[in-house]
């Protein structure tokens, strides 16, 4: 056998990859052989087997699990090699490596790549909305693309891209040599390929890719064509791999953290991921039940969502949302640590109120369970859950506040360099109270009785998740792209991104709330003639917000390839991270710091956040911060 | 590093400058949150009331958004880093319990009071009439269209399109046959869901006079390939115009939809015309039939679909159209409720006539 099909990688991994299809067409023939069933070779049972097999079968072929399955079968497994670990060419990239720095552009480039691909999809959506009636495809296929679009973007793009930058950074941060368990780590990367090859492999599928929306409500979805096993399956990935990392992050952040760094005094950035990581843990599972729930309707027959057979339709709703509410907070909380860090370092002034802002975190964790069933106001339920939801959700808006109100604090009286990322976050203060603001009135029961399913809906969305989310994580780019590549980014192209992104995104958006309360229902590919105006609008600006994001692909790829050299701290940040070379090292830290201070002392004469000691305390590789503390 | 420079701004002219642009773009937005023509119009009591929730929430939240903006402008104009400015730091203000107070406090205030607003709406708009002055209309949703089912002194009967009376309490079972519907009269403002296995409800009435005259009915929950054509019309009629439409459905026999009782159906007619009393959508709005001079372009043209095809055929067309589709056309646009909306005879007389004429 060749060694290239023996050793991790691409070629083993094909090699895997078909005989994970070939094992489950076996199994399934096999198993409808035993049970007497005819045909033997029933092509959807052979789908739903190989697109759960496959995936594990290609892990272990590219490499994922060679060290457990060292250790489990008694062979030597090598602790002190760590030739998996940090990336001496572009190939590494490519490979299963440990090194959580890799393992962070690992995550942030393919999330971009599939933040292009979504954003694709909308651009082919708003030319289909673009006039009422067919433009150039069909209601099916119409469907698949809003759902794909937003199962990309949501599982695919917001939710690990903030992994992968927290991947990257928090350890830096908290002065740790990597993350607690560095081969769970990059298993957990690997899944999320799978994750959107699935989901985009769904147009192949006959019948059309999934088409009942990212929220696949039963029994729509059950009854779907096989294309919806695509989503139902590839949810399961991208959900493992979010329990995976925020599993990582916790255990990282409460037993790595370097000396003398006590929890308060964490950046936000490891407050906000903290947080998050509860969110993801307690939450996600939610999602994987409400989907096995469908899989098992559709492979197997068991009628949860079946009322005739006694199922209930709108428990899906329930388990869904209970998940899919805390969700936006997982999209959203690590975007709030990353616009605290950027405001202190670029107002050159302390955050205002650290601990509120530590503690609304926390508020929000609690909080954002109690409020799923907002999403279900005009859904059948129990008339009287509407209203204790109305009143959680409301209350939500202000450890909101809080942080709103912080950040205005922590600018005033400082002094803005008015950079990229600054932009970036000044822009998100303005866009995210926006959608703060369309999320109060949502909470309002007799308001959504009308807006709900309408482009309101799709409105505040964006508001909150591109206007939100998408612009902390452009500033989050920006901010550490000198750290992540070591080069700095072409400035006037970033500035030339932000006011084309902040203008057009606000043209688009906009008026999607008036249509919206017109009464613009979502989900159509076909609208009443009333709406034809404000549809072709929003198209037209739709297609040069898309076009503004080559700028950003531009700048990225042109400065990583040529951009000057970055200095160290090009931002004369405190934080642990801007005190390493521009990359790291390949352990981060050639002596462990300790930390002495709060991470935003700006304007106090002479404050450090950590020192290092020097080379009296070598920091083996490999071993944890901690046992080296005095 | 502390900088023994002259301290950088005025703050006190700062903050007056900022309260009096702060005053005016909140009036200015305000104005023009309550001058955009937001809502369709407002056809029903309930209407009413929803939108003036919609105004109060326009004024309470603009000034929260001028307030971030403004301050943020402000911010950027007057501590923007100037040149020289490079290695400057702000003032290490760590916090201040005064005003983190009051940002919790006075959101905390006005949040109680919208909520306790919006539960007084709320109950006004799904308050019941006195006993026995409402009527109970059963609306199923099914792959993709509503069908609308009238009880009125004993007699039953269906129909295509919704009719209501003005001025009268009108409360909707909602039912679906399949997947989950959402049943939404944008005018009236009220929706709900249609969900298999539970009936749910709601309640509007439709104003007197304001409200006479058509309303469009929307699906507004994604239900699949026909979701975006699963559109009707609720009609509302005076109160005399309703009375006489009620006297006409219930003349005629019990079950199936209207249709003569004795007299013979002129399918034609139905075909060009459709059923005035049940709402049932005439078929030449769709089809091409050169025998009706219809030359509808939606669905496939009957004379090239239907020539060869024998009644039963073409009475499994009508009543179960996505069985079978002709090439090139997509499944669940054409209603799949003639069967609940056209009586048999209309039916047969209908397929009678198809036959008759694609067949010549």
């Given at each position: 056998m060749p060694v290239a099909l023996r050793v991790p990688g691409w070629w083993r991994a094909l090699e895997f990859t078909i005989l994970g299809v070939a094992f489950s067409y076996a199994l399934t023939i096999g198993l409808r052989a035993l049970f007497g069933y005819d045909p033997l070779l029933d092509g959807e049972a052979v789908l739903a087997v190989a697109l759960l097999l496959t995936p594990l079968f290609f892990l272990v072929g590219i490499g994922c699990f060679d060290y457990w399955f060292y250790w489990a079968s008694g062979r030597p497994t090598r602790p002190e090699d760590h030739s998996g670990h940090g990336a001496r060419s572009w190939r590494d990239y490519f490979r299963v490596n440990t090194d959580h720095k890799v393992i962070g552009v690992q995550y942030v480039v393919t999330s971009f790549f599939f933040l292009f691909v979504g954003g694709l999809l909308a651009m082919l959506m708003r030319a289909e909305l673009a006039a009422p009636g067919r433009q150039f495809v069909d209601a099916n296929t119409f469907n698949g693309l809003f759902s794909v679009h937003a199962s990309l973007l949501i599982f695919l793009f917001v939710i690990p891209v903030f992994a992968g930058l927290a991947n990257f950074v928090l350890p830096l941060m908290i002065g740790a040599p990597d993350m607690a368990f560095p081969r769970l780590n990059a298993l957990s990367y690997w899944m999320l390929p799978l994750a959107g090859t699935m989901m985009l492999l769904s147009f192949a599928a006959p019948g059309g890719s999934f088409a009942s929306g990212w929220t696949a409500y039963a029994p729509l979805s059950t009854s779907a064509p096989i294309g919806q096993e695509f989503f139902t399956i590839g949810v399961q990935f991208a959900g493992a791999s979010s329990i995976a990392t925020a599993l990582n992050f916790l255990v990282t952040i409460i037993t790595m953290r370097a000396p003398g760094m006590s929890f308060f005094r964490m950046p936000l950035l490891v407050w906000a991921n903290f947080s998050t990581s509860l969110l993801v843990v307690i939450a996600t599972p939610f999602i994987a039940a409400s989907q096995f729930f469908v899989l098992l309707d559709r492979g197997l027959g068991f009628n949860f969502f079946n009322p005739v057979k006694g199922g209930d339709v709108l428990m899906y709703q329930h388990v869904f949302w209970f998940y899919s509410h805390p969700a936006v907070y997982i999209m959203m909380l690590p975007g709030f640590g990353i616009i605290s860090e950027i405001l202190a370092v670029k107002a050159r002034?302390?955050?205002?109120?650290y601990r509120m802002m530590a503690f609304s975190l926390l508020a929000i964790v609690v909080l954002g369970f109690t409020v799923w069933a907002h999403h279900m106001f005009v859904s059948g339920m129990q008339p009287w859950i509407r209203v204790p939801m109305m009143v959680t959700t409301a209350i939500i808006a202000i450890p909101t506040g809080i942080k709103i109100f912080s950040w205005l604090a922590t600018l005033w009286r400082g002094v803005l360099h008015l950079d990229t990322p600054m932009l970036f976050a000044l822009g998100f203060l303005t866009m995210f109270t926006c959608g703060g603001i369309s999320g109060v009135m949502l909470a309002m029961i007799p308001l959504t009785i009308h807006v709900s399913d309408t482009y309101f809906i799709v409105a505040h969305i964006h508001y909150v998740l591109f206007g939100g989310s998408l612009f902390t994580i452009f500033a989050g780019v920006y901010y550490w792209f000198p750290k992540m590549t070591g080069r700095m980014y072409d400035e006037r192209l970033g500035r030339l991104h932000f006011w084309l992104t902040f203008i057009f995104f606000n043209l688009t958006f906009g008026p999607m709330h008036i249509i919206g309360v017109q009464g613009m229902p979502r989900r159509v590919y076909d609208y009443a003639d009333k709406f034809a105006t404000w549809n072709l609008v929003i198209s037209i600006f739709a297609f040069i917000l898309g076009l503004s994001t080559l700028v950003f692909a531009y700048n990225m790829i042109a400065s990583w390839r040529g951009g000057p050299r970055a200095v160290a701290n090009p931002w004369r940040a405190l934080t642990l991270e801007w005190q390493v070379s521009s990359p790291p090292p390949i352990f981060n830290f050639d002596a462990i710091p300790t930390v002495v201070g709060g991470p935003y002392e700006y304007g106090v004469p002479g404050a450090v956040h950590g020192v290092f000691k020097g080379a009296e305390v070598p920091a083996p590789a490999g071993t944890h911060a901690t046992t080296t503390a005095e | 590093m502390p900088e023994e420079s002259t301290p950088r701004r005025e703050r006190k002219r700062t903050v007056q400058q900022m309260v009096i642009v702060g005053v005016i773009a909140t009036a200015i937005g305000i104005a023009i949150g309550l001058s955009?023509?937001?809502?369709?119009?407002?056809?029903?009591?309930?209407a009413d009331q929803i939108d003036t929730l919609w105004d109060v929430l326009v004024i309470a939240t603009v000034p929260v958004f001028v307030l971030v903006t403004v301050i943020v402008c402000f911010s950027v104009l007057e501590f923007r880093m100037r040149p020289g400015e490079e290695n400057l730091d702000g003032p290490p203000i760590h916090g201040n319990t005064k005003l983190e107070v009051i940002w919790t406090a006075v959101p905390a205030i006005l949040i109680v009071g919208l909520v306790t607003y919006a539960y007084v709406v709320m109950r006004d708009i799904e308050e019941a009439p006195a006993a026995g002055n409402e009527r109970v209309v059963t609306v199923t949703g099914q792959q993709f269209t509503w069908t609308f089912a009238y009880n009125e002194g004993g007699k039953k009967f269906s129909t295509a399109q919704l009719y209501l009376p003005a001025g009268q309490s009108v409360k909707f079972d909602v039912k679906s046959k399949d997947v989950i519907h959402d049943f939404w009269v944008p005018d009236f403002r009220m929706k709900i869901d249609a969900v298999p296995g539970i009936t749910t409800h709601y309640r509007v009435t439709p104003k007197n006079p304001g409200a006479i005259g058509d309303h469009p009915i929307v699906c507004a929950e994604l239900c699949g390939l026909g979701h975006a054509f699963m559109r009707q019309t609720a009609h509302v009629l005076s109160k005399p115009d309703f009375d006489k439409w009620l006297q006409k459905m219930t003349a005629k026999p019990a079950g199936g939809g209207g249709g003569g009782a004795a007299a013979a159906v002129d399918a034609k007619a139905l075909f060009t015309a459709g059923d005035a009393d049940t709402g049932?959508?005439?078929?030449?709005t769709c089809h091409t039939l050169a025998d009706a001079g219809a030359k509808g372009q939606v669905g496939p043209d009957l004379d090239k679909v239907l020539k060869g095809k024998d009644a039963a055929f073409i009475k499994e067309s009508i009543l179960e159209p996505d069985k079978e589709i002709a090439p090139g056309f997509q499944p669940g646009v054409m209603p799949s409720n003639f069967g609940d909306t056209l009586s048999p005879e209309q039916v047969d007389a209908l397929v009678k006539y198809l036959s008759e004429v694609t067949n010549k």
């Open positions: 002034k302390p955050i205002f109120g | 955009i023509h937001w809502f369709p119009p407002a056809d029903s009591t309930q049932a959508t005439a078929c030449a």
